[in-house]
């Protein structure tokens, strides 16, 4: 009886150890990933038409429009308007990103009705957010509050919103622990409107429009290709990212992923060793 009992408690262990570690397993395989914004990724601004009322916006990276400002914008980088390919395929491949985003599996899904990201509970710790797909759906509108948020933890983060995205005056989106604005996205559904001396992070992919206002801070990339963008006496700079796909063509996200997925994958084979053996010894 004794010898049944060890054999059995030591097969449950086994299934529990399968599932714990299938569990992290699939955790993994379905972490967000950055998608590949091809032509796109060196631009600031990105538009069908872009707009301004006064002088004074600072544009770090590439600039694309068809129609353009009324005043020219200072651009460290190159102007593009049609017929340029470069400027067509960055469209493309804006649509192409989108999709990328669209098709991954939300993480956490806010609770109906407006939703502020700086107040939010429902997520986990007030104010903070950790990498992840965020959505939130039913055309429910998303703003950044006064308080703002904090973006912790080298990752990818995704906020698909079925609504509009707006940020009030003030607020901030702040990167901490190792967050890069180049793996930061937001795809609201309807337009976007940043408040003033606000400070903003990551890329917004919006055909709907993208409206700063003055004196706004971003880092990232606003990506509304089909739709408009206006600014404000604004400096919006594209991030810094790592350009080229190291060993072999596997991105940091992946190849991150996949050394994780082998390490796991061994300490659960040495696991199976050691209850092999424990097993034999109580069979024995």
Not at 218 to 239: K, M, P, Q, Y
Request: hydrophobic content about 40%; proline content about 4%.
């Amino acid at each position: 009886m004794k010898v049944f009992n060890n054999r059995a408690s030591l097969k449950i262990s086994v299934v529990a150890l399968v599932v714990s570690l299938t569990l992290g397993l699939s955790g993994l395989i379905q972490a967000a990933t950055t998608p590949d914004l091809g032509e796109a990724a060196s631009f600031a601004i990105l538009s069908s038409t872009y707009t301004n009322t006064v002088a004074g916006t600072t544009i770090n990276g590439d600039l694309g429009y068809t129609t353009g400002p009324a005043f020219a914008p200072t651009v460290n980088g190159t102007v593009y308007s049609p017929p340029s390919t470069k400027y067509s395929q960055a469209g493309i491949d804006q649509g192409a990103a989108l999709a990328a985003l669209n098709s991954q599996a939300c993480t956490h899904t806010f609770p109906a009705g407006a939703v502020d990201l700086a107040t939010d509970t429902s997520h986990g710790p007030i104010g903070v957010y950790t990498p992840g797909v965020y959505c939130a759906t039913a055309a429910t509108a998303v703003s950044i509050g006064t308080a703002g948020i904090t973006l912790s933890g080298s990752g990818t983060y995704i906020f698909r919103i079925a609504g509009g995205l707006t940020s009030v005056a003030d607020s901030s989106v702040t990167l901490a622990d190792g967050a890069s604005a180049c793996d930061v996205f937001w795809t609201p559904a309807e337009p976007t409107t940043l408040g003033a001396n606000s400070t903003f992070a990551g890329i917004n992919i919006d055909d709907m429009g993208i409206t700063i206002g003055s004196a706004v801070t971003w880092t990232g990339s606003a990506l509304a290709f089909g739709g408009t963008v206006s600014t404000d006496t604004d400096a919006i700079s594209v991030g810094t990212c790592t350009t080229g796909l190291p060993d072999g063509g596997v991105g940091p996200e992946e190849k991150s992923i996949s050394w994780n997925i082998i390490m796991l994958a061994g300490i659960f084979g040495l696991a199976l060793i050691s209850l092999g053996a424990s097993l034999r010894k109580h069979t024995s």
